[in-house]
């Protein structure tokens, strides 16, 4: 695959049999990357993208692919939703990871986006949930973030212009609130939010994109294939 250099087969191999091994993830970035003189995308992939056999194992046993109304309330972690979104339509690197979920290798979370890459991953976000006759839905947003309050302006707007049900709040932490949710389902890839939570979790960002562009991924769990 074009995004890959020649070592990076070999090297996520290498990762991937360490971290089966519980050696310290930081660590092994810079062993491993040092040794197959990764670049920082290739770096930040395995970071990003290669989690232990168990955790990936565990992470996929929570995964749905289908959305449905039954499901609802559907509880969405918005920054990172709308952050992988965006990486996607601004032309980053997104890649499905070992444990099935897509995540982006352009190290930009936290920052701010162009607005109009917000608006649109927020339009498709809500396309992608009236074509499935979603109507329950609750964003929570990193107040953080520098563009927080408007961006929940922006939804509850949204929201009551197409009468559905739900709301959007930000948070000071509301990986917090998502993980201790107890009632319908997750959207997020957050890994520590997808390890603590007991409810399902729905990978929103790679449905939307397939749903609207039908892209091909890279798919680093076929690297282990042979695992």
């Not at 070592?7 to 089966?20: C, E, S």
């Not at 290798?105 to 992608?128: C, M, N, P, Q, W």
């Not at 562009?213 to 890279?218: L, R, S, T, Y």
């Amino acid at each position: 695959m074009k995004t890959f250099s020649p070592n990076f087969h070999a090297a996520a191999h290498d990762y991937l049999y360490l971290l089966n091994r519980n050696y310290p993830q930081s660590t092994l970035i810079k062993l491993v990357g040092d040794r197959y003189q990764l670049s920082g995308v290739e770096r930040s992939m395995l970071y990003r993208g290669v989690s232990s056999s168990v955790d990936a194992a565990k992470r996929r046993s929570k995964l749905i692919n289908n959305l449905s109304s039954d499901l609802e309330p559907l509880s969405i972690d918005a920054c990172n939703v709308l952050i992988t979104l965006g990486s996607y339509l601004n032309g980053n690197i997104v890649f499905i990871s070992n444990d099935d979920f897509l995540r982006d290798a352009s190290e930009i979370h936290g920052k701010v986006f162009r607005t109009s890459l917000i608006e649109r991953s927020l339009d498709l976000v809500f396309k992608y949930l009236l074509h499935h006759g979603i109507k329950n839905v609750r964003f929570y947003i990193d107040s953080p973030i520098s563009f927080s309050g408007q961006l929940c302006e922006r939804i509850n707007h949204t929201l009551s212009e197409l009468d559905m049900e739900g709301f959007a709040q930000t948070h000071t932490s509301p990986d917090h609130i998502l993980k201790n949710l107890n009632e319908g389902i997750l959207a997020t890839s957050d890994s520590v939010i997808i390890d603590k939570t007991l409810l399902p979790v729905i990978d929103l960002p790679k449905n939307i994109l397939e749903f609207h562009f039908h892209p091909g991924f890279v798919d680093l769990g076929t690297l282990f294939t042979e695992v």
